[in-house]
């Protein structure tokens, strides 16, 4: 009886000492575990930082770069994500396993995501526009500033920031304002009915040909367009660079404005004529 006793409080302490010595080799794996992950997402967020600087991926087109910094960030996540539970002392079977189910999963919950990841490569194989382009789409205009797996963002002309889903940007229309070095600056001008149209065309010709930042080589186009209900409309045509398209618009709607004073041409508006038969 008694050697009976004394073998099983036997047995029950080796499994207590066994139980001891998984216990505290799990805990062993759980805290090299988390050092590790904590290290690696440090080491991730200063490669991630260090590829972002300008001179980093210099040789590579800046619309790939933020693409290219995305996917080599995730990617190197979900290696040290890995690398973790196998530390823990997941089986590296079961874990590929189980990592290729949860990726199915996710790509059937996140088809969106994909698409965006999709539209992202059609946008760098394809270039409708790359970074530091002003484009209009979806409703939005702004700078390019960057393109990554799933966004691209842009910078509005009041600095606000959109995000717009690589998905949606690939299959809609999109205006590129800084494809092409030139752009033509198109204005319609109205006159009242009395103005002298030689007149009108000389003044305007005047303008166009001081003016520093049209383009004097290219076309330029002065002519009465329309008989409006009270005015005479003239179309002006010039080409300047792309970047200073706005500055010339502008620089004429003004100048011509005041030239127009100083020669007694009228620029009409509305009226309405209100005839009182007693």
Not at 100 to 109: D, H, R, W, Y
Not at 242 to 250: E, I, K, L, P, R
């Amino acid at each position: 009886m008694k050697e009976s006793i004394s073998k099983e409080l036997s047995n029950f302490e080796e499994i207590i000492k066994n139980l001891s010595l998984k216990s505290s080799d799990f805990v062993i794996k759980i805290v090299l575990a988390l050092i590790v992950m904590i290290i690696g997402f440090r080491i991730i967020n200063v490669i991630e930082k260090r590829l972002k600087k300008p001179h980093k991926l210099s040789k590579i087109d800046p619309s790939a770069k933020g693409f290219i910094i995305s996917f080599v960030t995730i990617a190197l996540k979900v290696i040290l994500m890995i690398v973790v539970l196998s530390i823990v002392g997941v089986p590296m079977a079961s874990l590929v396993t189980v990592v290729g189910s949860c990726a199915v999963a996710i790509g059937l919950a996140l088809q969106g995501g994909l698409s965006n990841i999709a539209g992202g490569l059609m946008i760098l194989i394809f270039k409708p526009f790359k970074v530091g382009d002003f484009i209009s789409a979806n409703g939005m205009d702004g700078t390019v500033k960057t393109i990554t797996m799933f966004y691209t963002t842009i910078t509005t002309i009041d600095n606000k920031v959109i995000q717009l889903p690589n998905g949606n940007l690939s299959n809609t229309s999109i205006i590129n304002y800084s494809a092409n070095p030139t752009r033509r600056v198109d204005i319609d001008i109205s006159v009242s009915y009395n103005s002298d149209i030689d007149k009108v065309k000389k003044i305007v010709n005047e303008i166009i040909n001081k003016h520093g930042l049209i383009l004097q080589d290219e076309d330029k186009f002065v002519r009465l367009k329309s008989h409006a209900e009270s005015a005479l409309i003239f179309t002006l045509r010039v080409w300047t660079k792309t970047s200073d398209y706005w500055t010339v618009y502008f620089d004429l709607m003004e100048q011509i404005k005041k030239e127009f004073d100083k020669n007694k041409i009228e620029i009409p508006y509305n009226q309405l004529d209100v005839h009182v038969i007693k």
